[in-house]
């Protein structure tokens, strides 16, 4: 439809340039052209066979923008038998200048200064050889000026064409890069919080479910140990509730949304004792002096310790005892957790959800991570967070 459209719309031009063009060799004789001051000779009057040369001169608008070189030639030729055979003394006619500009704006730089040269070779060619003399050689130089003129212009709006094609390129390339920025983002912060959630809600789940099973076991012969274990289980809860609170609240647009602060080193000596209280003797050793440390380090330092926790309470075995280790140094955050149990085997063959969630954590923190059992069994987990310019 487009090329349709534009076939038609170069039909409608060639027909209004081939009306303008007869009418204006109609009505050129020597007596007008003297009396505005043109003296010119061996001008030939307009008659059928000049009229005729004019028509088909026009007849190559209708294809200009699809041949447009071939048709610019194709007009220049009824325009050279004109001037040679007297009835012009110059390329005036209006069907070369819309070919010269139809070449200029729609084709390279090289077809361009090619139907340009071809054009003011045509015209000295005619005007040298042709009868008609004038005595005015700016004439001459004026009709080169106007050739020149053309060609400027039709290079000038291809550019235009051309800088604004890419301005919606290189609009059209901001936005994917958006778009693929947006979803990446979006996907970045979905895995966030999945890993959140789960590191929550297995560590709780987990603790709560040995509180539940110490308390069936002693609920008869010690109710008020069962009552202790409840009563832990009940504050395991809330706490879990709080925390996911805080995760999911991210997702909330409302205003009056309050937001807790993320749980960090600081907040180590409360996970041991709850691990403690759940059945898993552990103890909590730092090393070093404690610097401000980024948010992403803090928090992902706890989920560290948290998740291997978690995993020695599901499977280190009764009795087994776990160490905490963090180690403060100028350049790196060293965290290390350790317990005896003869499940680390276990624990290796499957890590879960939890250890893959670990790993992705100090990797975007850029740390380094082992997980395994001991030679003297046991289970390990260490983590070393990098730290910039000592902080």
Same mark, same amino acid.
């Given at each position: 439809?487009?090329?349709?459209?534009?076939?038609?719309?170069?039909?409608?031009?060639?027909?209004?340039?081939?009306?303008?063009?007869?009418?204006?060799?109609?009505?050129?004789?020597? /007596?007008?052209?003297?009396?505005?001051?043109?003296?010119?000779?061996?001008?030939?009057?307009?008659?059928?066979?000049?009229?005729?040369?004019?028509?088909?001169?026009?007849?190559?608008?209708?294809?200009?923008?699809?041949?447009?070189?071939?048709?610019?030639?194709?007009?220049?030729?009824?325009?050279?038998?004109?001037?040679?055979?007297?009835?012009?003394?110059?390329?005036?006619?209006?069907?070369?200048?819309?070919?010269?500009?139809?070449?200029?704006?729609?084709?390279?730089?090289?077809?361009?200064?090619?139907?340009?040269?071809?054009?003011?070779?045509?015209?000295?060619?005619?005007?040298?050889?042709?009868?008609?003399?004038?005595?005015?050689?700016?004439?001459?130089?004026?009709?080169?000026?106007?050739?020149?003129?053309?060609?400027?212009?039709?290079?000038?709006?291809?550019?235009?064409?051309?800088?604004?094609?890419?301005?919606?390129?290189?609009?059209?390339?901001?936005?994917?890069?958006?778009?693929?920025?947006?979803?990446?983002?979006?996907?970045?912060?979905?895995?966030?919080?999945?890993?959140?959630?789960?590191?929550?809600?297995?560590?709780?789940?987990?603790?709560?479910?040995?509180?539940?099973?110490?308390?069936?076991?002693?609920?008869?012969?010690?109710?008020?140990?069962?009552?202790?274990?409840?009563?832990?289980?009940?504050?395991? /809860?809330?706490?879990?509730?709080?925390?996911?609170?805080?995760?999911?609240?991210?997702?909330?647009?409302?205003?009056?949304?309050?937001?807790?602060?993320?749980?960090?080193?600081?907040?180590?000596?409360?996970?041991?004792?709850?691990?403690?209280?759940?059945?898993?003797?552990?103890?909590?050793?730092?090393?070093?002096?404690?610097?401000?440390?980024?948010?992403?380090?803090?928090?992902?330092?706890?989920?560290?310790?948290?998740?291997?926790?978690?995993?020695?309470?599901?499977?280190?075995?009764?009795?087994?005892?776990?160490?905490?280790?963090?180690?403060?140094?100028?350049?790196?955050?060293?965290?290390?957790?350790?317990?005896?149990?003869?499940?680390?085997?276990?624990?290796?063959?499957?890590?879960?959800?939890?250890?893959?969630?670990?790993?992705?954590?100090?990797?975007?923190?850029? /740390?380094?991570?082992?997980?395994?059992?001991?030679?003297?069994?046991?289970?390990?987990?260490?983590?070393?967070?990098?730290?910039?310019?000592?902080?």
């Amino acid at each position: 439809m487009r090329a349709d459209r534009t076939t038609f719309h170069d039909s409608v031009l060639a027909v209004l340039v081939a009306a303008l063009s007869l009418a204006l060799f109609l009505t050129q004789d020597v /007596g007008r052209l003297e009396a505005q001051g043109l003296v010119v000779e061996g001008l030939r009057g307009p008659d059928a066979l000049g009229a005729s040369l004019v028509l088909v001169a026009c007849v190559p608008v209708a294809g200009r923008r699809r041949w447009p070189l071939a048709g610019l030639c194709a007009s220049l030729a009824p325009e050279t038998l004109l001037a040679s055979l007297g009835y012009g003394y110059g390329l005036g006619g209006a069907a070369v200048l819309v070919m010269l500009y139809s070449v200029a704006s729609n084709r390279g730089l090289a077809a361009a200064l090619c139907g340009l040269l071809v054009s003011l070779a045509v015209y000295a060619v005619g005007s040298a050889a042709g009868p008609v003399r004038t005595t005015h050689w700016s004439d001459q130089l004026m009709t080169a000026a106007v050739l020149v003129a053309v060609w400027g212009t039709g290079r000038s709006l291809r550019l235009r064409r051309a800088y604004l094609e890419e301005l919606k390129d290189r609009a059209a390339r901001l936005e994917r890069a958006h778009a693929a920025d947006t979803r990446a983002a979006r996907a970045e912060e979905r895995s966030r919080i999945a890993r959140e959630l789960h590191d929550v809600v297995a560590h709780h789940v987990s603790v709560m479910t040995v509180q539940a099973a110490a308390a069936r076991k002693v609920l008869e012969k010690d109710p008020d140990s069962a009552r202790e274990a409840l009563t832990a289980i009940e504050h395991t /809860g809330r706490l879990a509730m709080s925390e996911m609170r805080d995760i999911v609240g991210v997702l909330r647009t409302d205003a009056g949304v309050e937001l807790g602060p993320q749980p960090g080193v600081r907040d180590l000596p409360a996970l041991v004792e709850q691990m403690t209280e759940a059945g898993l003797p552990t103890r909590l050793a730092v090393r070093g002096e404690a610097v401000g440390l980024p948010a992403g380090v803090e928090l992902a330092a706890y989920r560290t310790v948290q998740e291997a926790l978690t995993n020695s309470l599901r499977h280190a075995g009764p009795g087994a005892r776990a160490v905490v280790t963090v180690r403060h140094r100028r350049w790196e955050l060293d965290v290390r957790v350790l317990d005896d149990g003869r499940a680390g085997a276990a624990q290796a063959e499957e890590p879960g959800h939890g250890l893959v969630g670990i790993r992705e954590r100090v990797a975007l923190c850029g /740390g380094i991570l082992n997980i395994g059992p001991r030679p003297e069994g046991g289970f390990e987990v260490r983590a070393k967070f990098p730290l910039k310019d000592g902080s």
